[in-house]
């Protein structure tokens, strides 16, 4: 009797140790992936349908901040429209964009991704071009399996 106590018990944790380590990869690959298609995004072969791709990831009214450019968090209806046409007029004007994952973190609803970017880009008023070496971290909020924040540190 007391073996299967112990037997139990043993299962019991076993299988929340299983749970943990599934939920871990799920943000695992969520943040691959969320990176992945953002990095795509940047680079000087992006299409709209990359760009459409890369929205999938993100709630209706997400809230984008990228300091010291956006000053507020919030989310708001239309946040992935505001996003999707802010990201349009930049489309494809990364050359040689490569960007390199250093890591990622995850807890209760949030992803950090610390990665480095390189890119020369051509801006799109002055058709200038200006070579750029980011350190970018990305935190993500999340709300359910969407991204509903996203705040851009370099």
Request: aromatic share 10%; proline share 1%; net charge positive.
């Amino acid at each position: 009797m007391k073996y299967k106590k112990l037997i139990i018990s043993l299962l019991l944790v076993c299988s929340s140790v299983v749970k943990a380590d599934t939920t871990n990869l799920d943000y695992l690959n969520l943040a691959n992936n969320y990176a992945q298609a953002w990095f795509k995004t940047q680079m000087s072969t992006a299409t709209k349908a990359d760009l459409e791709h890369y929205l999938t990831f993100l709630t209706d009214d997400v809230a984008y901040q990228h300091l010291p450019y956006d000053k507020t968090d919030e989310r708001e209806v239309g946040g992935k429209e505001v996003l999707r046409k802010g990201m349009s007029q930049w489309l494809a004007s990364n050359v040689d964009y490569k960007a390199t994952i250093n890591s990622i973190n995850f807890s209760n609803n949030l992803i950090t991704i610390n990665y480095n970017s390189s890119t020369t880009i051509i801006d799109a008023k002055t058709k200038e071009n200006r070579i750029m070496n980011r350190h970018v971290i990305d935190t993500l909020e999340l709300d359910g399996n969407k991204i509903s924040v996203i705040r851009k540190y370099w």
